[in-house]
């Protein structure tokens, strides 16, 4: 069993930056795909980014690219999701997930562990 613990929301203006982290607990998760999906109320949860065990395969949802980037420290369990240049779009609940497996994958479904979630408001 892995535990998510997803942090690092808030209220942005928009163009203005966040960091969220993922911190992780019960199992290491290096050999883990990790990701970030995220979730408006009404509608369905949606891929963001997702990132391979060691780092060498990242995919990012063309909504975010040039503007997110997801990183990983193995050593300290942990999972980050840098946010630039924030759009109100971007306004959502966002859930940190993990996978036990080596292929990245944008399916909701095929994870299998995730985050309570933690709440961007980009908003002027």
């Known amino acids: 069993q892995v535990q998510l613990v997803d942090s690092g929301g808030g209220f942005v203006q928009p163009g203005g930056s966040l960091r969220l982290s993922c911190a992780a607990s019960?199992?290491?998760?290096?050999?883990?795909?990790m990701a970030w999906f995220r979730q408006c109320p009404g509608k369905e949860r949606e891929f963001v980014a997702a990132?391979?065990?060691?780092?060498?395969?990242?995919s990012l949802a063309d909504s975010v690219k040039g503007r997110f980037t997801i990183s990983r420290d193995n050593a300290k369990n942990m999972v980050y999701l840098q946010m630039n240049s924030l759009k109100p779009e971007d306004t959502a609940v966002y859930y940190c997930?993990?996978?036990?497996?080596?292929?990245?994958?944008?399916?909701?479904?095929?994870?299998?562990?995730w985050g309570q979630g933690t709440q961007v408001t980009v908003s002027s």
């Open positions: 019960g199992r290491s998760i290096s050999t883990y795909t």
């Open positions: 997930a993990a996978r036990q497996s080596v292929i990245v994958t944008t399916s909701v479904p095929l994870y299998d562990y």
């Open positions: 990132q391979s065990w060691r780092g060498d395969s990242t």
